[in-house]
């Protein structure tokens, strides 16, 4: 069976799909998947998952792989910074899915240390074969364009081995001419679908600020390919704006609008406790790791967290290990917030510009100009004779400055002997990272005090008795 592409993969595969949740670390788990398709999500993603580990730890993609036929359609999503590795763990994976997406848009320092997510756009890697790129991409004409080959290598690589669609989710540039160039690049390579955030790399965290719809419009304007649009969605009417300002075929939301209201697309803020309790009721049934469920519930409670008379909940949602300390905890604040809730304030209507804390709706983190100023005092009003009371920021600079320039010092990190992607703990006797050392710890039978694994003398003790015991018979069959 030929392998579907473009608008035919999207409206037949993908079955015209227009609300998207968007690929989560921790965060789009199957229960989390759930939840949204219930309330109107049409495609999900997995969480980002590293292709190094996925590719060598079976338990980590028994775990990221679980799936029931309502949790499709599906696309796995992947982070790499090696080719063969990503092909293999690529080829895992495409039984369980509709497309495998690369993922070249995360922003964080991870992305950056293990050169994948939004920093393989500038890893400029000169190919021995540059000949081959271009017979069987033609995209020579590119070149002049400072872009990763890599990328669009593996891309290239990746359409032609695999039996599913590859798409690829992708940060935009500063300049909508280079967005534009990079986006066609990635079309020519094999990308069947392009999701694009419209922020830049260095846009995160307080520093996020609005995503330029004015970017994505022109990708979609200049590819031919079904487009996704990711960024400022916090409520339905975003949603139905971006379609309409940027002619996209559908939109993605993350941490602004789903995490936060996981029936965002249905229109409506529902109260938090009733999002928390089918939540808790899908979790129940799938076992996801208790942090994603500990992640979950903060976010779904975030906006009544946030209120000084409930601020100590927060200190018992973080002590909870198991499902039902969250259904009881959960249970007790409902309790408390609807003992102050009247009738009419329960079943009343209420604007989009000021929704009712206890109901679901996004979260926007303020900006740093937004944010309170610690207060300072100033070098003037202090005395010139009392040096205790100056805080030490202000000694410092009262100091005499040395004329010599001093060169900052960049942090190293090493990396995992193991993986070769994921940065190594500082005190693990194995040169790994923590997940690899877990298993190396386990396979071989050893401690690291780094990261505080420990066999426990049951096992050592039957792993002896057994070796003892190959000893003995070995002696018996010689005599």
Known sequence: MAKKSGFDFWRSTLQGA??????MVDHSELAWRLLSRRYGAQ??????????????????RREHLVSIPDDRPLIVQFCANDLRTLLE??????PHCEAIDLNLGCPQAIAKRGHYGAFLQDEWELLTDMSELFILYNISQFLSDSFSLTCIYVVGLLHRELSVPVTCKIRVFEDVARTVRYAQMLEKAGCQLLTVHGRTRDQKGPKAGLASWEHIAAVKCSVNIPVF?????????????????????????????????PAIFTGEQPP??????????????????????????FKLWLHVLQRPEYLHFRERFGCARSIDAFEQISAELKALVMERLSEEELSGEFSLDDV????????VRPSPCDAPKAKQSSPNNESAGDSSNLTHKIKKRKQPQSSVAVEPKKRRWDICVACKGNPRGGKCEHMMCKSCC????????????????????SRLKKEQGSEQ??????VNYDS
Not at 236 to 249: F, I, K, Q, S, Y
Not at 356 to 363: L, Q
């Open 272 to 297: 938090c406790w009733r999002m928390v309790e089918e939540y808790l009721a899908l979790a129940r049934t799938y076992t996801p790791p208790l942090s994603y469920i500990r992640g979950h519930v």
């Open 356 to 363: 009712p804390f206890w109901r679901c709706h996004s979260y």
């Open 89 to 94: 763990a690529a080829r895992l994976a495409q």
């Open 438 to 457: 877990k298993s190396h710890c386990w396979q071989k039978s050893v401690c690291c005090s780094g990261h505080k694994f420990h066999i426990g003398p």
């Open 18 to 23: 227009k609300y998207v949740v968007a690929p």
């Open 229 to 261: 649009a990711n960024g400022n969605i916090q409520f339905l009417r975003d949603a139905e704006r971006c379609l309409l300002e940027t002619g996209v075929n559908g939109v993605m939301t993350a941490g602004e609008g789903n995490l936060y209201n």
């Open 469 to 474: 015991g190959e000893r003995d018979t070995s």
């Open 43 to 60: 495609l999900c993603y997995t969480p980002m998952l590293h292709a190094a580990v996925f590719e060598r730890d079976a338990n980590y």
